[in-house]
């Protein structure tokens, strides 16, 4: 089965459109993205003082994992005014605490007898 060249020409045009458009879509998601993180980072700024905020940056670098949870309910606590505005270092490590002692840390011994 051989292909003409104007078949090959027309797959080839197809698959570019298909990627061109896959890139397209995947430079749109990541605009979104960083619009979403933009608003995100605004509200903290907003709500949080230097200190807190250096805080929770010195924290992301440590515990990347955690800070996306605390940063939204941060955000819900100020929305919801369950919290004073702004959140200081303080009330940021109040809540650094409560949110640690719910999580546990499962820790394995191994012992070879």
Do not use: H, W
């Not at 078949?7 to 998601?29: D, G, M, P, V």
């Amino acid at each position: 089965m051989s292909f003409s060249d104007e078949e090959l020409e027309e797959i080839k045009r197809r698959r570019l459109a298909e990627l061109q458009k896959q890139l397209e879509s995947a430079k749109q998601q990541e605009a979104q993205r960083a619009a979403e993180e933009a608003r995100r980072q605004e509200i903290l700024r907003r709500i949080l003082t230097p200190e807190a905020r250096a805080r929770l940056s010195n924290l992301k670098l440590v515990k990347p994992e955690i800070v996306e949870a605390l940063e939204n309910q941060l955000i819900s606590l100020a929305a919801s005014g369950s919290v004073r505005v702004p959140i200081d270092d303080e009330t940021l490590k109040q809540i650094l605490a409560r949110l640690s002692s719910r999580t546990t840390d499962i820790k394995l011994r191994v012992s070879f007898t």
